[in-house]
């Protein structure tokens, strides 16, 4: 499974950015589809992610800003991010990930920067 995302940028304080991730390869092996996000000296964290079926976890921060979404026949995930602070600073990773917790997949990564 290859990733490829897109989106990522420099915005100000309040504005919006839409990151879009698309999957090629082995797709029908997928079940979840997501976004992670990392600040250097930080762990990779879960920002939002969403099931083949569209069922949708957010983390706490992002509720209410930020919507998943996932095209199935396009086989790619969108991450609309609204109302966007300076903490949500950090290079976002799209994943993918096979019922089998073995397998799990990694974009290369969009930086989001949000300035004051």
């Known amino acids: 499974v290859h990733l490829v995302e897109s989106g990522g940028g420099l915005v100000q304080a309040g504005g919006s950015l839409r990151l879009s991730c698309a999957a090629s390869g082995s797709i029908f092996s997928i079940n979840s589809m997501g976004w992670y996000r990392q600040t250097p000296g930080k762990q990779r964290e879960l920002v939002a992610a969403?099931?083949?079926?569209?069922?949708?976890n957010y983390a706490d921060s992002v509720k209410g800003r930020f919507t998943i979404d996932r095209d199935n026949a396009k086989n790619t995930v969108y991450l609309q991010m609204n109302s966007l602070k300076p903490e949500d600073t950090a290079v976002y990773y799209c994943?993918?990930?096979?019922?089998?917790?073995?397998?799990?997949?990694w974009g290369q990564g969009t930086q989001v920067t949000v300035s004051l």
């Open positions: 994943n993918a990930q096979q019922p089998d917790p073995r397998y799990v997949y």
């Open positions: 969403v099931t083949r079926g569209g069922n949708t």
